[in-house]
């Protein structure tokens, strides 16, 4: 590890000196996501998704404080990318609690990332960072950096500069870190000429996703099952636990839904207030004589976030909005067409369109529904146990009259080599790989489960190749096909550097005193390493 952290250090000072720009844009590309979505009316994104409402501190680092504020915003853009966006689709609350738990650990380790590169002399600059915001698109009005914009997203987001600053900082060290790795553990000729054999030989498979928590959805529970389920001895206990560690699947805050149409004015300027106001006095005349509110609101609103939609900004609870535009939104007759109403963004006509009451039910008023949850659950792991049994058995008729069952499909993969980082539309890592390449025609079925998250991947025989002519290829001349060896090799780079960037950060935690509120702890997927 001696000699790995001398060429980090190398390669980091190098890359810093030599690349800055780039080291910019890709340290902040997940980043620069997130700032297009945080601004709540503005944006269509709310304070309250935001978590900038929330105080107290989520974790302390070395004595460095992770407040809840920013633990929730994070969470917020993190579920905000489709790629985590995509765990949704397994029910339950795997998703916010895994999405809840690597926001956590990403702040927790950047923290750590940006204090262990001051230490080895590297920083970013105050031009770096301005630099950065400067660049972010939700930042800008015809194409040049709007400051009013700026003060505005700070403003909406309660934070001062200073700390969304010190926040775009600890991203670009991160990201510097990472990348500086990734250049230092490129593949030497030797393992280049390797992978050039290796990525002659390729593999076809054919895989099924099972989602391992739900196979078997509460739907499916006759009510018998139900009531010899609440008659075991351990049953109330059981339906406690799950209602106490599950409550935000029943409480529900009071919510609201309105249109609105927004008509903006710069603050500051006297005649654009006065200007903005009479054009939202004149909307509320042709709206209060029959006017259309979605037609008017598409024609006319200049909220982004809401204009497309007939001005519809669906259900939220307290505490997700402005507060002249929230307390209106929960205190005026559904049906109502508001006075103009100004925030900081200029002038609102609202009309509140439905509200919901709060819910917070008893245990007793949903414990049918716990039950039928978790008898579901029950059956899942019998059948995913059974699936594991056959498959150590090579009961191929089982697998199958498994898969039949439960109406999964089978699907192709196509030819991948021995270097993918994972089989193409099935996923599943190195691991599914390394399976697949083992497969044959007398033993087409993989002995187990690939787990990732909350599916498990189940992997069967296509083919198996080898291309003797791709293999002898040398470097001149190259073809698609050694276009995309190369791409292999720097991605394999790519993967090196992230394995020996994980095994950093993980020293760091090990030598850091880091510790969790309770409370954050209990809603996330595992708590970070401390």
């Given at each position: 590890m001696s000699s790995q952290m001398s060429q980090f250090r190398s390669s980091l000072k190098n890359a810093w000196r030599n690349d800055r720009r780039q080291l910019l844009r890709s340290a902040t590309a997940w980043f620069l996501f997130g700032a297009i979505i945080v601004v709540f009316v503005f944006w269509g994104l709310t304070p309250q998704q935001a978590g900038v409402t929330q105080g107290g501190t989520a974790a302390q680092v070395d004595g460095e404080i992770v407040s809840m504020a920013e633990f929730a915003e994070r969470t917020e853009i993190m579920s905000q990318n489709p790629n985590f966006a995509q765990l949704e689709q397994f029910g339950g609350d795997f998703a916010r609690r895994y999405i809840r738990q690597q926001a956590l650990q990403g702040l927790v380790d950047e923290r750590l990332l940006s204090k262990s590169l001051q230490k080895i002399g590297v920083s970013t600059s105050d031009a770096q960072?301005?630099?950065?915001?400067?660049?972010?698109?939700?930042?800008?009005?015809?194409?040049?950096?709007?400051?009013?914009?700026?003060?505005?997203?700070?403003?909406?987001?309660?934070?001062?500069?200073?700390?969304?600053?010190?926040?775009?900082?600890?991203?670009?060290?991160?990201?510097?870190?990472?990348?500086?790795?990734?250049?230092?553990?490129?593949?030497?000729?030797?393992?280049?000429?390797?992978?050039?054999?290796?990525?002659?030989?390729?593999?076809?498979?054919?895989?099924?996703?099972?989602?391992?928590?739900?196979?078997?959805?509460?739907?499916?529970?006759?009510?018998?099952?139900?009531?010899?389920?609440?008659?075991?001895?351990?049953?109330?206990?059981?339906?406690?636990?799950?209602?106490?560690?599950?409550?935000?699947?029943?409480?529900?805050?009071?919510?609201?839904?309105v249109r609105h149409i927004l008509v903006r004015a710069e603050k500051g300027n006297a005649d654009a207030v006065a200007k903005a106001k009479a054009t939202a006095e004149a909307l509320v005349k042709e709206l209060k004589a029959g006017a259309d509110f979605a037609k008017l609101a598409k024609e006319k609103s200049e909220d982004p976030g809401s204009k497309e939609n007939g001005g519809l900004i669906d259900f939220f609870a307290r505490g997700s909005m402005v507060p002249e535009f929230e307390t209106y939104a929960f205190s005026a007759k559904p049906g109502e067409i508001s006075a103009p109403i100004q925030t900081d963004f200029g002038f609102h006509v609202i009309r509140v369109e439905e509200r919901r009451s709060a819910k917070n039910p008893a245990l007793d008023d949903v414990k049918e529904d716990i039950a039928e949850k978790l008898v579901a659950q029950e059956k899942t792991r019998e059948e995913i146990q059974a699936l594991e049994k056959a498959l150590v058995d090579g009961q191929a008729d089982a697998v199958q009259s498994f898969v039949a069952k439960h109406k999964l499909k089978w699907t192709e993969s196509g030819n991948f080599s021995v270097t993918a980082s994972a089989i193409p539309k099935l996923g599943g890592g190195d691991e599914a790989v390394g399976l697949a390449l083992k497969l044959t025609a007398a033993q087409p079925l993989a002995k187990k489960l690939v787990r990732q998250g909350p599916a498990a991947l189940l992997l069967k025989y296509k083919a198996v190749t080898a291309d003797a002519k791709v293999a002898a290829k040398g470097d001149a001349g190259k073809t698609d096909a050694g276009k995309d060896a190369e791409a292999a090799r720097e991605a394999q780079a790519a993967r090196r550097g992230e394995e020996v960037f994980g095994h950093w950060v993980a020293e760091l935690r090990k030598s850091a005193k880091i510790s969790i509120a309770p409370e954050v702890a209990q809603g996330t997927q595992a708590a970070v390493e401390e």
């Open positions: 960072v301005r630099d950065t915001i400067t660049g972010i698109q939700a930042f800008q009005e015809d194409g040049r950096f709007s400051h009013t914009r700026y003060l505005s997203y700070l403003q909406a987001t309660r934070q001062d500069a200073g700390s969304f600053e010190g926040k775009i900082r600890r991203q670009l060290a991160a990201g510097l870190a990472a990348r500086a790795f990734s250049a230092a553990l490129k593949p030497i000729p030797q393992e280049s000429k390797l992978l050039k054999e290796l990525e002659a030989i390729k593999a076809n498979v054919e895989g099924v996703s099972i989602p391992t928590e739900n196979l078997v959805i509460a739907e499916m529970i006759p009510a018998a099952q139900v009531k010899e389920f609440l008659a075991k001895p351990d049953a109330e206990a059981r339906l406690k636990t799950y209602f106490e560690t599950h409550k935000d699947e029943f409480v529900q805050a009071e919510k609201a839904k």
